[in-house]
Every structure is written in C-alpha cells, then in structure tokens.
C-alpha cells in the first residue's frame, strides 16, 4: 500500500506562484510514474502534469506548458509541482496521484492507483 500526503495549496493572486509537494510513503518502490491532477467545481478531473519516476521523464498539459513544473526527489520519495505565473482558472484542488505503469496516457485518472487527499489552490484575479 503507498500513501501519498499533499502539501503546499493556498490562495495567491494573478501572475503569482505556489510549489506543492507530494510525498510518498509505504511500498513507494513499486511506483514507477506519478501525477498531478486538478479539479474545479462542477468539470471533471484532469491531468496537468505527469513524470516518470525512473527516467525523470516529463509531461504537461498544453494549459500549464511553460507555466508548471514537475521535478522529483528520489531520495525523498517526493514530487513536486511548482506553478508559476497562475491564472484564475487554475483555481482548484490539486491531487497528486501514483501508479504502477509509466509513459502511456499520463494524463488517464483511470490508470493511477493511488491518490492523495487534495489541495486547494485558489487564485484570485
């Protein structure tokens, strides 16, 4: 089992920044890509950024490209999402999410086994 522990939501102004954290705990070896996932009130889930544990490779939404970016400490077991130049429709809960699979469809909520709590993220214009 593997629990994954948000950290790092808040409320910020337009054009501002905010870093959120994702740390996991358990049986965080058999992980090989995790996630960060948003949503607003009323619209679905949806992948913002995705990176494979093992290669470091990354992938973004085309609405954070060049804004957002998500990096990892292995040694930490922890993924960060560091979120630059914020919008007023980014304002949502941000999950961070961890699955067994990488590469393909890092954008599928389906595929990802294990989900954090949530942090909200609130920005205001």
């Known amino acids: 089992q593997v629990q994954l522990v948000e950290s790092g939501g808040g409320s910020v102004q337009a054009g501002g920044s905010l870093r959120l954290s994702c740390a996991a705990f358990?049986?965080?070896?058999?992980?090989?890509?995790m996630g960060w996932f948003r949503q607003a009130p009323g619209k679905e889930r949806e992948g913002v950024a995705g990176?494979?544990?093992?290669?470091?490779?990354?992938y973004y939404a085309d609405s954070v490209k060049g804004r957002f970016t998500i990096s990892q400490d292995n040694a930490k077991n922890t993924v960060y999402l560091q979120m630059n130049s914020l919008k007023p429709e980014d304002t949502a809960m941000y999950y961070c999410?961890?699955?067994?699979?990488?590469?393909?469809?890092?954008?599928?909520?389906?595929?990802?086994?294990?989900w954090g709590q949530g942090t909200q993220v609130t920005v205001s214009s």
């Open positions: 990176i494979d544990t093992g290669d470091g490779s990354t």
């Open positions: 358990g049986y965080s070896y058999s992980i090989n890509a």
């Open positions: 999410a961890a699955r067994l699979s990488n590469g393909v469809r890092w954008w599928e909520v389906s595929s990802y086994k294990y």
